[in-house]
């Protein structure tokens, strides 16, 4: 019914710069909050950035003042600027939406298949 498209992964070198972009599609009626998570190689996956429809905004620790979240609601869009990238930033990424498929509804949590960010020389 709904999915969630990521782009924009890839290979960067220590101190880079990546975009990272997710549309949603299919039925949707609203979508409350958009966010991006990762999951490192042993590790569980964790939170990076989610922003409300209301445009409120949460980062990870480790990842304030480098990462900036937004939002395109007009087009179901979130993306993910990621600045002076280090290699404990390597990890699958993972786009994350809460979506109503009708009026009154109740949201539905959904997953992009992930995009895979390696930061490395």
């Known amino acids: 019914q709904v999915q969630l498209v990521e782009s924009g992964g890839g290979l960067v070198q220590p101190g880079g710069s990546l975009m990272l972009s997710c549309a949603a599609s299919g039925s949707i009626f609203s979508i409350s909050g958009m966010g991006w998570y990762r999951q490192a190689p042993g590790k569980q996956r964790e939170l990076v950035a989610i922003i409300t429809n209301g445009g409120i905004i949460s980062y990870a620790d480790s990842v304030k003042g480098r990462f900036t979240i937004s939002r395109d609601t007009a087009k179901n869009t979130v993306y993910l600027q990621m600045n002076s990238l280090n290699r404990t930033d390597t990890a699958v990424y993972y786009c994350?939406?809460?979506?109503?498929?009708?009026?009154?509804?109740?949201?539905?949590?959904?997953w992009g298949q992930g995009t895979q960010v390696t930061v490395s020389s």
């Open positions: 994350h939406a809460n979506i109503k498929h009708r009026i009154g509804g109740p949201n539905y949590p959904y």
